[in-house]
């Protein structure tokens, strides 16, 4: 199954302070190999995954964490899930970020109109 993975900036105090613990920091996972991008439905499903894969790692994501790097965007409940689905958006395959885009023009109703045939 494809996965799309993004781990948060984090700084690993695991290295400078030489013991083997290992710090782990939210991640966003979304599956989209059983999705047709094709498919206005398909696409739809596409954005709603990463929406939620989005408000869970804004969730999980703690600013002030020892072990994580402080960024803006996501330290703000308001602007934390645009700015995750963003990054996520970034680490995405050009066809399926292509499709999250169109998905996402269609679900906020921006989508091109069909061309209206003359009579």
Same mark, same amino acid.
């Given at each position: ?10 700084? *690993? ?8 613990? =290992?710090?782990?920091?939210?991640? =966003? ?8 991008? %094709?498919?206005? @439905? ?8 990463? %929406?939620? @894969? ?7 994501? %703690? ?7 402080? %960024? ?12 995750? @689905?963003? *990054? ?23 989508? =091109? ?7």
């Amino acid at each position: 199954m494809k996965l799309l993975v993004l781990l948060s900036a984090t700084l *690993l105090p695991a290295c400078a302070s030489g013991t083997s613990a =290992m710090v782990f920091s939210p991640r =966003m996972l979304v599956a989209y190999r059983d999705l047709r991008l %094709d498919t206005a @439905a398909d696409r739809a499903k596409l954005v709603r995954r990463v %929406d939620r @894969a989005a408000a869970a790692f804004c969730k999980a994501y %703690d600013p002030m964490g020892p072990e994580t790097r402080f %960024d803006a965007r996501l330290a703000s409940g308001r602007h934390c899930p645009g700015a995750a @689905a963003i *990054l996520l958006a970034q680490h995405m395959p050009a066809n399926v970020r292509r499709a999250y885009r169109a998905g996402r023009r269609e679900r906020n109703g921006s989508a =091109m109109p069909a061309m209206i045939k003359p009579k």
